[in-house]
Every structure is written in C-alpha cells, then in structure tokens.
C-alpha cells in the first residue's frame, strides 16, 4: 500500500518532506503529493510512516484503499 496527501487539508508546510526515508514526497504545482509506487509506508524501517507521525493536521495523510 501506499500514503497520499488530501489536498484539500494540506497547508504545504513541507514538514514531511524531508522525513520521508524513500523520498516519496515531492510538490507538484505548489502542493506535497506522494509517489505511490515509491512511498513504503516505511514499513520495516518505522512502526507508523513519518509523514503522518510529523504532519501537524490530523488526517491529511492517509493510506490509499485498496
């Protein structure tokens, strides 16, 4: 599985980017987006992706339904 930003909670802080261990995130047009084929969820490295242990809005990174 993989992460994915809500655009419409994201407030382009830029916190997560720099704690992604796979360098998922980046911006497109001014907004962070995660590279699903890239983002691990940092399984085996982390118990909980970094992203959203460092993003300061609750519930603007969620896992992608399968």
Known sequence: MAM??????????G???PECPTASISTKKGMY????S???EC???YD???CVKIC???????QIAA
Not at 4 to 13: E, H, Q, R, V
Not at 33 to 36: D, E, P, S
Not at 56 to 62: E, Q, S
């Open 56 to 62: 300061p809005i609750k519930g603007c990174i969620t």
């Open 4 to 13: 994915k930003i809500n655009a419409d909670l994201c407030t382009s802080c």
């Open 48 to 50: 909980k992706p970094q």
């Open 43 to 45: 399984d085996g490295e």
């Open 38 to 40: 890239e983002c691990t």
């Open 33 to 36: 987006v995660i590279n699903a």
């Open 15 to 17: 916190d997560c980017e």
